[in-house]
């Protein structure tokens, strides 16, 4: 059955003022959310930045045979709930499983495939937390050290000498982000930005400043809120501590350690070098229909969230890390150490460790990250020791709408769909039918964190949150 798709639609210039034309309740929403649209924002409000490692959990379990008829019919639900197109690596012990269903290419029809390079956003994140401990663990970054004594020209003053390098691992530093800054027409409600910076190049410096320059969020090491400034600040951090470009750095010592071939940063090319589909970005219905946004220089993401990847990369290097090939027995076990993220009514949703983070599935603890770029979601999650595992990505992001009054996200077939498929690989057998659960009443608690998309990621909350990030 062919897929319908609002990109069904013939493109014309009337359909490009509109993608710029906000409604009043799209307007007041998408300068709320400039934050959350980033590669990863924070899916509560609030935390308690004790650093406490997580109390421990039954594990994904290994060595049951993967279904494939089960994940192809799973990642088909995704495809038909309204996603584009979805691709996916499952890992259970040695049995693996590849699959794809949907489109790389509305207009042409081409299919998706297993193994297509993608935009990953701030699973980027998990990459720069592992440089910088293994310089800790070489002795040339110390965790609990003032940021400003590595970098005072970008965090100078009081605020440098509170920050420390863990407190921008882990999300407690209280600085905001960058982005609002970084595409202004979001402040207004439209996205002529996305446009207009397309094949701009910006340095991290930059970036850092407009962070630096918005209010402090919380007083530092109190509070927990997602903020892309702070992994750009750990990229010039491993830079003044290395004498080295820090995605030099990250490439040497952990995506060749690591052994993956199909990851990589893409510098100031805004194209992707392999196969890969094309990106579509709805921006909740202010862009209709949705633009191809495959082509972008990526400068304005950088150590937090521009990587390119695949799911079996992904799949290879969270088992490396978990596994302890990447980083020393103490410096994993720092990096396991987390915040409590937690939603508006004090549930916890996820714990934050450093660029790492755990959720909560039916058949136990998971660990590991997403991200979202325009157009591209990625989420990859494995048990704690690596033997089980899948990550996805996809082509098509924020396709939810909002409610009449605009406060909140409408339910969309696609977030549960996503939620099926993530239990099923990760749990198997053991995971709940879907007569047997509900999605819970804030999709985004289950989903991946990237929260406004009510997907995959940190983000921050649904939808009260949403104004949080530009207060």
Known sequence: MRHTRPADRPHDRSSDRAAHRPSRRLRRVAAASAVAVALLAGLAPAANATGQAPPPAAAPAAGRHLDRAELRAGLAAVHEAGIYGI???????????????GLADVDTGRPVRPGLQHRVGSVTKSFTAVAVLQQSAKGRINL???????????????????????????????INDYIADAFPSLLKGTTESLDEH???????TVLIGYGVARPQRFEPGTDWSYSNTNYLLLGEVLRKATGEDPERLITRD????????????????PRIRGAHARMYESFYGIIDPPRDYSVYNMTWAGTAGALVSTPQD???FYRALLGGDLLPRRQLEQMRATVDVKDDKGAVVMRYGLGIYSIDTPCGTAWGHDGGVWGAGTWALSSPDGSRQFAVGYNLMKYQRLNESGTEFLPHPADAALVDYRDLALCGATAPRKAERALPQRAEQA????????LPRAVPALPAPLTAPLR
């Open 254 to 269: 952990v995506i060749r350690r690591a052994g993956l071939r199909d990851t990589y940063f893409p510098g100031t090319d």
């Open 87 to 101: 691709f996916s690596a499952v890992r259970d012990g040695r049995e693996r499983f590849d699959g794809a269903s």
């Open 198 to 204: 397309r094949l701009r190049t910006v340095e991290p």
């Open 314 to 316: 992904l799949n290879a």
């Open 144 to 174: 609990d050290r003032p940021v400003g004594d590595y970098v005072p020209e970008l965090l100078p003053g009081e605020r440098g000498r509170k920050v420390t390098v863990r407190m921008l691992l882990n999300h407690t530093s209280g």
């Open 447 to 454: 989903l991946p964190q990237q929260a406004e998309r009510a």
